[in-house]
């Protein structure tokens, strides 16, 4: 890119490093930003510096798009669907200083009314820019496999519900969890493919052959609905954990989720997090579907970022040991950041390309944001994770700011 082509350097820079976007990777690559904008990212030779600022970056340095988390519960003390207003923007401000740089802020099953309140405070920071939207993951759940969520407040699909959390949020109402096997499961998928949210299959004990026709039922009702940041894709919500574990005389919606991820038809997510996924499972579903089709998820909760203690997790009372968050013995969501995530399924033996791509291009993807963030390319979001090596944090550039450092 020759200088005269380039806009000028007013409130923004340049630095080197490796670049991972794409399922590529650049050895020798150079990022420049203008405001909050990319406008250049590539090799280093195709850039004129002069008059651009560099940023020096430590030996080694990787650039990564910034992360993408569909699915969320909180940090740093902050529960998205209890928590305070400041205590909801102390978590996505540390998500955010972590690499976290897009995401949705994940409810938990509650009574209504603390439902549509925890709408209410999330639509504002969704209007401002600060999370993509919301996640509800429930109440419309299998008592059977309801994991963490608590079991008194579970309900069958309710139309009048979704409404109201609907309205509640704004139309920030992103992705809904749901169990297929639920009566009125199939009413629930027709009314939010119409209104162009997500249906995430998930905390469910349906067989293979509900979970198949679910996802081929909200496949086809996304299909002429991605717009307005909607998915085109139905999500699984986290793979082989609330659900039942596959057999091979009963192989269960893990198998049916993987056909049809292998299809194109659905997107599953994956917590690599080394607790919800033996590293083996996580590099097998790599091998067998395909990046392409996997978005790698944190499902984090207000423990992240913080000691082993006791913390809340919607109306559940959460304890956390060696890192491990469990409700009465039962996992209850994690409390790695999506980076951590990402380190770990890299070292589960994932190419890093690949694990890149799950954690950026596909929900991106999914967020109908493929143009906005998700890649380093000029005029996206100047959104950038810079990594050691070995995936330490070392920095991030955030629509164009560069983030505090976290501190402990």
């Given at each position: 890119?020759?200088?005269?082509?380039?806009?000028?350097?007013?409130?923004?820079?340049?630095?080197?490093?490796?670049?991972?976007?794409?399922?590529?990777?650049?050895?020798?690559?150079?990022?420049?930003?203008?405001?909050?904008?990319?406008?250049?990212?590539?090799?280093?030779?195709g850039?004129?510096?002069?008059?651009?600022?560099?940023?020096?970056?430590?030996?080694?340095?990787?650039?990564?798009?910034?992360?993408?988390?569909?699915?969320?519960?909180?940090?740093?003390?902050?529960?998205?669907?209890?928590?305070?207003?400041?205590?909801?923007?102390?978590?996505?401000?540390?998500?955010?200083?972590?690499?976290?740089?897009?995401?949705?802020?994940?409810?938990?099953?509650?009574?209504?009314?603390?439902?549509?309140?925890?709408?209410?405070?999330?639509?504002?920071?969704?209007?401002?820019?600060?999370?993509?939207?919301?996640?509800?993951?429930?109440?419309?759940?299998?008592?059977?496999?309801?994991?963490?969520?608590?079991?008194?407040?579970?309900?069958?699909?309710?139309?009048g519900?979704?409404?109201?959390?609907?309205?509640a949020?704004?139309?920030?109402?992103?992705?809904?969890?749901?169990?297929?096997?639920?009566?009125?499961?199939?009413?629930?998928?027709?009314?939010?493919?119409?209104?162009?949210?997500?249906?995430?299959?998930?905390?469910?004990?349906?067989?293979?052959?509900?979970?198949?026709?679910?996802?081929?039922?909200?496949?086809?009702?996304?299909?002429?609905?991605?717009?307005?940041?909607?998915?085109?894709?139905?999500t699984?919500?986290?793979?082989?954990?609330?659900?039942?574990?596959?057999?091979?005389?009963?192989?269960?919606?893990?198998?049916?989720?993987?056909?049809?991820a292998?299809?194109?038809?659905?997107?599953?997510?994956?917590?690599?997090?080394?607790?919800?996924?033996?590293?083996?499972?996580?590099?097998?579903?790599?091998?067998?579907?395909?990046?392409?089709?996997?978005?790698?998820?944190?499902?984090?909760?207000?423990?992240?970022?913080?000691?082993?203690?006791?913390?809340?997790?919607?109306?559940?009372?959460?304890?956390?040991?060696d890192?491990?968050?469990?409700?009465?013995g039962?996992?209850?969501?994690?409390?790695?950041?999506?980076?951590?995530?990402?380190?770990?399924?890299?070292a589960?033996?994932?190419?890093?390309a690949?694990?890149?791509?799950?954690?950026?291009?596909?929900?991106?993807?999914?967020?109908?944001?493929?143009?906005?963030?998700?890649?380093?390319h000029?005029?996206?979001?100047?959104?950038?994770l810079?990594?050691?090596?070995?995936?330490?944090l070392?920095?991030?550039?955030?629509?164009?700011?560069?983030l505090?450092?976290?501190?402990?």
């Open positions: 890119m020759r200088a005269s082509a380039q806009p000028t350097a007013q409130s923004g820079g340049y630095f080197r490093g490796r670049i991972v976007t794409d399922g590529q990777v650049i050895e020798d690559g150079l990022l420049a930003y203008a405001g909050e904008r990319i406008v250049y990212a590539g090799p280093a030779t850039f004129d510096t002069t008059g651009w600022a560099e940023r020096e970056l430590p030996a080694g340095a990787i650039l990564l798009p910034g992360l993408i988390d569909l699915h969320c519960h909180g940090a740093r003390g902050g529960d998205f669907t209890s928590g305070s207003n400041e205590a909801i923007r102390t978590a996505v401000d540390f998500l955010h200083r972590s690499g976290t740089t897009t995401l949705l802020a994940s409810t938990v099953t509650a009574p209504r009314d603390e439902l549509i309140d925890a709408m209410e405070r999330l639509a504002p920071l969704a209007q401002e820019g600060l999370i993509a939207g919301i996640h509800a993951e429930g109440p419309f759940l299998s008592p059977v496999r309801s994991g963490a969520h608590q079991r008194g407040h579970l309900a069958a699909p309710d139309p519900l979704v409404d109201e959390l609907l309205n949020s704004q139309g920030q109402l992103r992705s809904m969890t749901y169990a297929p096997e639920l009566a009125g499961a199939e009413e629930l998928v027709d009314l939010l493919t119409a209104r162009g949210i997500n249906p995430s299959l998930g905390h469910t004990d349906c067989d293979a052959a509900t979970a198949a026709a679910a996802l081929a039922r909200a496949a086809e009702g996304l299909a002429p609905a991605g717009f307005d940041g909607y998915s085109s894709r139905p699984v919500t986290h793979l082989f954990n609330a659900m039942p574990p596959s057999h091979h005389r009963s192989p269960g919606p893990a198998a049916a989720s993987l056909r049809a292998k299809a194109g038809q659905a997107v599953v997510e994956l917590i690599s997090d080394g607790v919800h996924l033996d590293p083996q499972t996580v590099l097998t579903v790599f091998d067998l579907i395909g990046a392409e089709n996997v978005a790698l998820v944190s499902d984090s909760c207000a423990a992240t970022g913080s000691p082993d203690g006791r913390y809340t997790l919607g109306g559940s009372e959460v304890t956390v040991a890192g491990v968050a469990t409700v009465d039962v996992l209850a969501g994690g409390t790695s950041t999506l980076l951590d995530v990402l380190r770990r399924t890299v589960a033996g994932v190419p890093l690949d694990a890149v791509t799950a954690a950026t291009t596909v929900p991106a993807s999914l967020l109908a944001l493929m143009d906005e963030v998700g890649s380093l000029p005029g996206y979001s100047a959104d950038v810079v990594a050691t090596s070995g995936l330490e070392v920095a991030v550039l955030r629509q164009g700011q560069w505090p450092e976290l501190r402990q």
